[in-house]
């Protein structure tokens, strides 16, 4: 199994920044990508930013030019720094990594999820 545990959630103002951490572990022989999805209430989860193992990134169009993830393979990492944030990105946010966890066994796995709430 693998595990994703998500940090840097919290409150900020409109405009500000935040960035948000995951880390993978457990039995992991090789993560194929890593990203970020979130969920407002009452809407369904949607995909904010991916990255693969080769690099190559995917983002939602509401956050093109203000969102920027990151991967730091070496550590199974990724972090998604949030700039000029607005009340509309207020959403829990979800790590999420489709990796294997032996030679022939892969699956999707997800974080908690953390709350990021923008507001004055």
């Known amino acids: 199994q693998v595990q994703l545990v998500e940090s840097g959630g919290g409150w900020v103002q409109p405009g500000g920044s935040l960035t948000l951490s995951c880390a993978a572990s457990?039995?992991?022989?090789?993560?194929?990508?890593m990203g970020w999805y979130r969920q407002a209430p009452g809407l369904e989860r949607e995909l904010v930013a991916t990255t693969n193992s080769g690099g190559a990134t995917n983002y939602a169009d509401s956050v093109k030019g203000r969102f920027r993830i990151s991967r730091l393979n070496a550590q199974n990492t990724v972090t998604l720094q949030m700039d000029s944030l607005s009340p509309e990105d207020t959403a829990v946010y979800y790590c999420e990594t489709y990796a294997y966890s032996s030679i022939d066994n892969w699956g999707q796995y997800w974080g908690q999820g953390t709350q990021v709430t923008v507001s004055s």
């Open positions: 457990g039995s992991i022989f090789r993560i194929i990508s």
